[in-house]
Nanobody, 124 residues
C-alpha cells in the first residue's frame, strides 16, 4: 500500500535550518508530483512547496520563497524540503502529499495520499 513517511522535524532557533524528508513507497514515485503543506495551530492548510514528477519545476508559497528549497531523489523515492532562515511563523505540522498527476497543483482534492506529518517548532 502507499505510504508516505516524513521525518526531520524538531525544534530550531530563529534563523536556523532543518531538512525534512518524505520517504515514499507503494507507488511509482517518479510518475507523480509531490508537495509539502503545513498547518499551524488554529489555522488552515497552507501549501508550502511542490515539485513536478521529474523535478523540472517547482512552486513556493510567497511566505517561504527564498528560504525553502524543495527537491526529490526519484532513485531513492524521497522528497526533501530544506528550510533555512527559519522564523517563528514557520512553526507548524508539515505534511508531504502525493499528487494524482505530474503537476503539483495547489488543490487538496488532487492529492490522494498524505503522510502523518512532522512537527516543526521555531523558537528561541
Amino acid at each position: 500500500q502507499v505510504q508516505l513517511v516524513e521525518s526531520g522535524g524538531g525544534l530550531a532557533q530563529p534563523g536556523g535550518s532543518l531538512r525534512l524528508s518524505c520517504v515514499a513507497s507503494g507507488f511509482t514515485f517518479s510518475s507523480y508530483a509531490m508537495s509539502w503543506a503545513r498547518q499551524a495551530p488554529g489555522k488552515g492548510l497552507e501549501w508550502v512547496s511542490g515539485i513536478y514528477n521529474d523535478g523540472s519545476d517547482t512552486y513556493y508559497a510567497d511566505s517561504v520563497k527564498g528560504r525553502f528549497t524543495v527537491s526529490r531523489d526519484n532513485a531513492k523515492n524521497t522528497l526533501y524540503l530544506q528550510m533555512n532562515s527559519l522564523k517563528p511563523e514557520d512553526t507548524a505540522l508539515y505534511f508531504c502529499a502525493k499528487a494524482t498527476m505530474e503537476v503539483p497543483v495547489r488543490v487538496a482534492k488532487e492529492y490522494d495520499y498524505w503522510g502523518q506529518g512532522t512537527q516543526v517548532t521555531v523558537s528561541s
